[in-house]
């Protein structure tokens, strides 16, 4: 999935595009990451997939042969090796919750929420042996640059560690506002290429979106620059909704 890069990704990116099949994003309005793999993951051929981010290895390949994908998921963990983003899952498990939450944008609990999602669908959940794959580390400053934007709003920060928090609180209280449902997915059409990479037209988000956009966006100004009380109150609020449907 190229979704919106500056330099188109192409074959000739990879040192073999044998097994590849790229599709562009032609009007992606901001990063979504949980957008992206939706429509990865609709349009893949297998229904075993496996989403790793760009700054992980694979020490064990035997790891995919030990996997029980029909009653479990299988994820990385926050202050393990292996990092929160980290996961495989059976695609009809993924289709039973809706997919990731494309409401999000930016950075920040896409994957908690999916993860949530899919431990109240039924599913055990497991965590990746910290020996089976690698992780580059990556500072504050490379996860987030200082601009922000979505549909309704355009920011500037003085530093990435403002802009992450602005953008987990934002992401975190849109989730809460309403559960992600399958019905609440953006519609989009696929283009064939006749070079072998398709491209993905997006349409618009509803009316709901926008208006849990904007509730959201205020709190996560709130959160950020508000009164000690106020950072306190949002805090419980979190809390609270995370002990109701499992916690992370």
């Not at 029909?70 to 919750?97: D, L, M, T």
């Not at 990435?160 to 934002?170: D, K, P, Q, V």
Request: aromatic share 12%; charged share 25%.
């Amino acid at each position: 999935m190229d979704f919106g890069s500056r330099e188109p990704i192409g074959p000739a990116h990879f040192a073999s595009a044998d097994k590849l099949h790229i599709v562009r994003v032609a009007n992606a309005d901001c990063w979504r990451i949980g957008l992206a793999i939706n429509i990865g993951v609709e349009l893949a051929a297998s229904d075993l997939i496996c989403k790793l981010d760009s700054d992980i290895g694979i020490r064990d390949c035997s790891l995919f042969d030990r996997l029980d994908l029909e009653n479990a998921f299988y994820r990385g963990k926050a202050g393990s090796g292996i990092s929160n983003g980290q996961a495989c899952f059976h695609k009809q498990s993924w289709s039973v919750v809706g997919g990731y939450n494309e409401w999000l944008s930016g950075y920040g609990f896409d994957d908690s929420d999916f993860y949530q999602r899919l431990r109240l669908s039924g599913l055990v959940e497991r965590f990746f042996d910290d020996e089976s794959l690698s992780e580059i580390t990556q500072t504050t400053e490379l996860r987030a640059a200082t601009d922000y934007h979505t549909e309704l709003l355009s920011l500037r920060f003085a530093d990435a560690t403002g802009r992450l928090i602005y953008m987990e609180s934002r992401n975190t209280y849109l989730a809460m506002l309403r559960r992600w449902s399958a019905e609440m997915r953006r519609p989009y059409t696929v283009q064939p290429g006749a070079t072998g990479i398709d491209t993905v037209v997006l349409q618009s988000f509803g009316s709901d979106y926008r208006w849990a956009d904007a509730v959201a966006s205020f709190l996560a100004v709130v959160r950020v620059s508000g009164t000690p009380q106020n950072v306190d109150l949002l805090n419980s609020l979190v809390r609270q909704y995370l002990s109701e449907v499992g916690g992370f």
